[in-house]
């Protein structure tokens, strides 16, 4: 048991290995580590060991204790963390002294991820196998089957549809040296490489926050004059806030980098902040007639009409609200002229209709001339109350044609901003997309 199963000394135990794939249970992004499941077969030679299965009544393999005689020292080099599979008690081992130990292995390996695509990330982690005392010329490792039947049977035996999906495995001897040693030591070099499944996070990350944006977008074609704006921007931004709390555990934590996806969450935040900027800014043009500011500045009317609506192609469509009211309010002026009119056409007429009546009816007179007095006092108030009404309808008119120019000057600049939020969100998207695309057609 205590010494290796070679008759002379100088000959290495040749030790015959191969694995199966069997589960990927997870992986670690935080602490880089990833945890597999295998099936391991080792199969050596015990030179010790051997009979003829015709003394023995045809008995061709029996089954031993595994504590009861020599077995490599196989080992990890990627192990991280302490060997929790469970034992197998015995092993096979047949007429010619050839032994066969199979057993299950869990293997907490560290293995360096690049989440930098993620959710579309593949990963190659590299297990080694070899004995951990041994060198080469002791035992010399084998590999038992070529890496694509390897590969074949663990892609048949995987059975859980987790989120991580098996592409290959490649295997290769490797030897190496010692620090400053003249030992070589040999393994075996398994590299897998596993491919992340994105549907979860493409439904749960990018889609609703792609929702949110579009939501975003479109908020933009509420006009800024009636409703507010504001308060819906501040809301939708709110809403994104609240999601990315609530999606954080799904995105990996990984102090190596930032992957792409929290770029571009970032970078929804940082439009959707400057969207709801741009809405506090068009207001304020907006609410300019309010404050003392009354006229549109010089300036800014000759930049905004003449540069800034010529680089959008801007149709200086009239506000058809606008142009009702005007019209409605001459109407209204016109009906106003004609009454005054025909107040003092009345009044003639009654003047006329006194003479006769002084001709008439002399006794009379004096009451008529009162209560004519009277009506003339009425009437001029009266005139002179249209007057004041007609003065105030004319400076409300020219407030309102100052509000229409600052509204005027409003929407262009909504316009003009609005377009390069739109030129920046597709450039940024198309770039995403086309990073994200050629990566996983690699
Ligand atoms: C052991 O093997 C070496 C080389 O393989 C050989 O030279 C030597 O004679 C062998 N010794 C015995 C005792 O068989
Ligand atoms: C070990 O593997 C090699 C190569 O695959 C093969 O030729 C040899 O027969 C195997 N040995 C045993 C004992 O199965």
Redesign the pocket.
């Known amino acids: 048991k205590f010494l290796r199963p070679v008759?002379?000394?100088?000959?290495p135990v040749q030790l015959n290995f191969s694995l199966t794939l069997y589960e990927i249970i997870g992986v670690n992004e935080k602490t880089h580590v990833i945890t597999t499941y295998f099936w391991l077969r080792e199969i050596w030679r015990n030179e010790f060991i051997t009979w003829d299965p015709a003394e023995f009544g045809g008995l061709y393999q029996v089954s031993l204790p595994v504590d009861n005689i020599w077995v490599p020292d196989l080992y990890v080099y990627e192990f991280v963390e302490e060997d929790l599979s469970p034992q197998i008690p015995y092993l096979y081992i047949n007429n010619t002294g050839e032994i066969r130990h199979t057993k299950p292995l869990r293997i907490v390996s560290s293995c360096n991820l690049d989440i930098f695509y993620f959710p579309f990330d593949i990963q190659i982690c590299s297990l080694s196998f070899g004995p951990y005392l041994h060198t080469v010329k002791d035992i010399t490792m084998v590999l038992h089957h070529t890496p694509e039947l390897i590969t074949a049977t663990s892609k048949y035996h995987i059975q859980n549809k987790g989120e991580w999906e098996l592409i290959n495995i490649e295997a290769y001897v490797t030897e190496f040296k010692g620090e400053g040693e003249t030992k070589k030591y040999e393994d075996l070099l398994f590299s897998l490489k596993i491919k992340r499944r994105p549907l979860l996070y493409l439904v749960n990350l990018v889609i609703p926050s792609t929702f949110l944006m579009v939501i975003d977008l479109l908020s933009f074609y509420l006009p800024i004059h009636e409703t507010d704006r504001g308060t819906f921007k501040m809301t939708l931004l709110l809403g994104y806030t609240m999601f990315l709390l609530i999606m954080n555990d799904l995105l990996p934590n990984n102090a190596g980098g930032t992957p792409i996806i929290g770029i571009y969450f970032s970078v929804c935040l940082a439009l959707m902040v400057i969207s709801l900027l741009e809405t506090i800014f068009i207001t304020n043009i907006l609410h300019q007639t309010c404050s003392r500011r009354q006229k549109v500045p010089k300036i800014l009317r000759k930049i905004t009409m003449k540069f800034i609506a010529k680089m959008i192609c801007y149709v200086p469509m009239q506000i058809p609200e606008n142009t009702e009211e005007k019209a409605h309010r001459k109407k209204r002026l016109v009906q106003v002229k004609k009454y005054n009119d025909c107040n003092e056409s009345i009044l003639v007429d009654s003047e006329v209709s006194e003479d006769y009546r002084v001709q008439e009816d002399g006794l009379q007179l004096s009451k008529n001339l009162q209560s004519l007095n009277a009506i003339h006092q009425f009437l001029k108030k009266i005139s002179g109350d249209l007057f004041m009404i007609q003065h105030s309808i004319n400076s409300h008119s020219e407030y309102n044609q100052k509000q229409g120019e600052w509204i005027k000057i409003a929407y262009i600049w909504d316009c003009l901003l609005f377009r390069i939020y739109l030129i920046f969100l597709s450039s940024f998207s198309v770039s995403i997309v086309t990073c994200w695309c050629m990566w996983y057609k690699q």
Request: proline share 0%; net charge positive; glycine share 0%.
């Open positions: 008759k002379n000394w100088t000959s």
